[in-house]
């Protein structure tokens, strides 16, 4: 005769053989594995590193581009998988764009073509045709290879990310030593920490463009979404800030209550989000030391949830909407750019993003990652956009 337990043991071990499904793996303590991802043109090694959690939370980080190339979570059953639109290789990403890439000198837009420290102008290398600097120019950080080191202790794994950029770089001055530290701990928050020192005056504003889609696929217009944020940047037709704030109230941007991404994304001009909305925080128009709790994400088919706290007094959210199914449809994820507010260097009403020499630049961000409640019916998902 068996026993209750071996028999549950057994029913245990024969659906995990037989089940269709990923279950979520358990490590036995946070770990870093560290490979190669493949060279550059040049010859170099791109180092690739995934780290993981006592929770079976994987992470996977590149050095070119101090890239996040995956997040893999449990949904409510248990099962891993993708949060994140990922490169499908090396190549891919040598290729061009941002997903999630780490972008500097200076995340977001600068207008004028460049900008003025202490009576000295600076022109930048890269602008388009409306004299608009964007993401650090075409050779910004996201296009450079960082230099990494790995570490697993105190029930964390981690990823220390260093780029040297030179002075005139991109047209900026000084010589800027600029490092992010990935940190996954087991109760699956991903901290992101950025720092940053200048030997001249420059401007400094990183920030990581990852989407995601807690989904795992399709588009993310049916995940919820909660903002604390009373306040958007107007921007003229170049997407460049006025310089005025405007409400949330009444208007498509008011995510003070969760509703449904796609919900109002018809009405806004460009055919969904890229906006800048503001983060409560405190008198010196930053978020000081301590990440300021600001985004609620939820897919009520999965059960997963993201919640999101910064240090900085904007986040550009951004919903993919020039995406056309190459690989990935139109608002097939959304981005969550923790930041500065876009061309402060030529808005003194803006907090500032100056760096000088001997100072310290200092931006914290966090990704926390969970599940909660039951799988909805069909009807109740489709009720959710209406």
Known sequence: MYTLAQIRLFATAVFAAFSPFPTHPRAVAAEVEEQSWGRLPDGREVGLFVLTNARGTR???????????????????????????????????????????????????????????????????????????????????HRQRWKGAASSEGGAARVVLSLTSPDGHEGYPGRVEASVTYTLDDSDVLALDYAGRSDAPTHLNLTNHAYFNLAGGGDVRDHLLRLDSDYILATDRRKVPTGERLPVAGTPFDF??????????????????????????????????SPVPFARLSDPSSGRVLEIATTKPGVQIFTANSFSDNPFPRWGGICFETQHFPDAPNQPGFPS???????????????????????PSTSERKSLVQ
């Not at 994304?265 to 030391?289: K, L, N, P, R, W």
């Not at 993003?353 to 799988?375: D, I, K, V």
């Open 256 to 289: 003070r209550e969760p509703k449904p991404i796609g919900r109002d994304i018809g009405g806004i001009e460009g055919g969904g989000y890229d906006h800048c909305f503001i983060i409560a925080c405190d008198d010196s128009g930053d978020g000081g030391t």
């Open 59 to 141: 992470v996977t980080v590149a050095e070119y581009g101090a890239l996040l190339v995956s997040v893999e979570t449990a949904d409510r059953a248990g099962r891993l998988g993708s949060v994140t639109l990922s490169y499908g290789s090396f190549g891919e990403a040598l290729a061009g764009g941002v997903f999630g890439s780490v972008v500097g000198r200076f995340a977001n837009r600068i207008g004028g073509g460049g900008f003025e420290i202490d009576g000295r102008r600076f022109n930048l290398h890269t602008v388009n045709r409306d004299g608009v600097h964007i993401h650090g120019g075409t050779t910004g950080f």
């Open 353 to 375: 993003s100056l760096l000088r020499p001997g100072e310290e630049y200092r931006h914290r961000t966090e990704f926390r990652f969970g599940t909660e409640g039951e799988r």
